[in-house]
């Protein structure tokens, strides 16, 4: 059974940094994407960042360019998060996401939710003013 399991997040002020963790178990990282996605209220689910475990590309969003870092750990079962410069805007619950294995790499849509197979069980992450 596959299982995604985060950890970190919280409260800090804006201009501070947050890390988050996704560990993963039942699962091999391998030729896959990992992602992180948020989701404010009233608002819907959107990518934050992503890698491709095969070989290590990362991607994100505009407005985390610069600030934030998607990384894989030695063992390959984890990613995290380095959020840095956060701002009030960045406030959402955060999600780490896995696809499935892919076949056909150039097709995926990296940044859409609903091609991601499994997924954490979220973490708050708060930026005051």
């Known amino acids: 059974q596959v299982q995604l399991v985060q950890s970190g997040g919280g409260s800090v002020q804006a201009g501070g940094s947050l890390r988050l963790s996704c560990l993963a178990s039942g699962y091999i990282m391998s030729r896959n994407f990992l992602g992180w996605f948020r989701q404010a209220d009233g608002k819907e689910r959107e990518v934050v960042a992503a890698?491709?475990?095969?070989?290590?590309?990362?991607y994100y969003a505009d407005s985390v360019k610069g600030r934030f870092v998607i990384s894989q750990g030695n063992a390959k079962n984890t990613v995290s998060l380095q959020m840095n410069s956060l701002e009030p805007e960045d406030t959402a619950m955060y999600y780490c996401?896995?696809?499935?294995?892919?076949?056909?790499?150039?097709?995926?849509?990296?940044?859409?939710?609903?091609?991601?197979?499994?997924w954490g069980q979220g973490t708050q992450v708060t930026v005051s003013s």
């Open positions: 890698i491709y475990t095969g070989g290590g590309g990362t």
């Open positions: 996401a896995a696809s499935h294995i892919l076949r056909d790499l150039s097709s995926f849509r990296w940044y859409d939710p609903t091609l991601y197979n499994y």
